[in-house]
Nanobody
């Protein structure tokens, strides 16, 4: 199992855009969900967006319509396109491969098996 490597973070003003990338490979086939998670200072890590093996996506309500998750399988790369960024989006962003049962879920208490966390990439949005 290879540890994910996230990149693409940065500092932007409110309304700006960023594209995060994550290279990840070598995971067992049952880890068919690929997701982005974030952790703001003083807060618990939360799932933000995920894509399953068939390309179905899901998002938390606060990012719907602004974020787009995609997975380039031949390149073993997961992306998160983030538009109209808000200060509330500030945090360290991580990606992971995981298994959460019959379908992908973003709640971490539903995740039964997950890859190791990478170092993450910092996203800072200022007003």
């Amino acid at each position: 199992q290879v540890q994910p490597v996230e990149s693409g973070g940065g500092s932007v003003q409110s309304g700006g855009s960023l594209r995060l990338s994550c290279t990840a490979s070598g995971y067992p086939g049952n880890m068919y969900c690929m997701g982005w998670f974030r952790q703001a200072p003083g807060k618990e890590r939360e799932g933000v967006a995920a894509v399953d093996y068939d390309g179905a996506t899901l998002y938390i309500d606060s990012v719907k319509g602004r974020f787009t998750v995609s997975h380039d399988k031949p390149k073993n790369t997961l992306y998160l396109e983030m538009n109209n960024l808000k200060p509330a989006d500030t945090g360290m962003y991580y990606c992971a491969a995981y298994y959460s049962g019959a379908r992908c879920e973003l709640r971490q208490d539903r995740i039964a098996l997950r890859s190791d966390w990478g170092r993450g990439t910092q996203v800072t949005v200022s007003t």
